[in-house]
């Protein structure tokens, strides 16, 4: 080396090894520089990663309490329902429900989000367990009420022909022997030929001529109801046959032991006859 404005030349011997040291911590110092900035462009990328799981996490948050409320809104409609479902059930005489879950526990969730999520599975779970509670209840008093429809159906309901009624229901004196008998229905005298209708639906049991009731049509109702029409002109119906109430089966006649034109008149429950003038 020589230096400005000097002509005395200067000479620096560097041993081979030391160029070898300084090329090894050149390369360290590269190497170490790199990972200074791997570490903090992985430090920045962690920070936004955090930062948006951060928000997605608030906002999950938010969605899980606007469900817990949507909940809540829910139960107390639940609750409301609970209250008609035992009105309606004690209108039925039909027992007290199953106690439900839904016991009226409130107030904000917990800071921590797997006691939220927790707490929000185990409303989720009352409200489960309170809507089977109910749909079983709802259909226990469907079945109830469908069979008090049919029930309803079943009854004899309304006069079987239009006429006078010349004979009632219980004891009284035989128009033949004399003697007190027991009138087992009600005699309504018409015209002959005047239309008789089935007092309420069923099958016809018997459509035939039977001693001492002439011309008969017997049917079958459900629920142990049974309805006679006898001292029939002519019969309109078989044997098996499903009629509706209202339908005509028969006409007035004076077949049997009558002693002019009308129709008798049964209604029967289990055989056992009964006033026909309280399902008139």
Excluded: C
Aim: proline content about 4%; overall charge positive.
């Amino acid at each position: 080396m020589i230096p400005e404005g000097s002509h005395q030349v200067r000479r620096f011997a560097v041993r081979r090894w030391w160029l070898g040291v300084a090329s090894v911590l050149g390369m360290a110092l590269l190497f170490g520089a790199a990972l200074l900035v791997y570490d903090y462009a992985r430090i920045r990328i962690d920070h936004s990663e955090l930062k948006r799981l951060r928000t997605e996490n608030h906002l999950r948050l938010a969605e899980l309490r606007q469900l817990t409320e949507r909940l809540e809104g829910l139960r107390q409609e639940l609750i409301v329902l609970a209250q008609n479902d035992a009105k309606v059930r004690v209108m039925a005489k039909l027992t007290r429900p199953k106690a439900d879950a839904l016991t009226g526990l409130g107030g904000p969730l917990e800071e921590d989000p797997a006691e939220e999520f927790s707490e929000v599975q185990r409303r989720i779970d009352e409200i489960m367990r309170a809507i089977d509670l109910h749909r079983a209840s709802q259909e226990e008093v469907h079945g109830l009420l469908s069979d008090e429809r049919s029930l309803l159906g079943s009854k004899p309901r309304g006069w079987p022909t239009r006429g006078l009624v010349t004979s009632g229901f219980g004891m009284r004196r035989s128009p033949f022997s004399g003697r007190p008998v027991m009138h087992e229905g009600i005699d309504i005298a018409a015209r002959t030929g005047t239309p008789i209708y089935a007092t309420a639906g069923g099958i016809v049991s018997r459509a035939e001529t039977v001693a001492g009731y002439g011309k008969i049509v017997i049917i079958d109702h459900g629920y142990g109801f049974q309805t006679y029409y006898a001292h029939n002109s002519k019969i309109h119906v078989k044997v098996g046959q499903r009629v509706k109430r209202g339908e005509k089966i028969a006409a007035v006649g004076n077949t049997g032991r009558s002693t002019g034109p009308h129709v008798h008149y049964e209604v029967r429950r289990n055989k056992v006859p009964l006033n026909p003038k309280k399902y008139i």
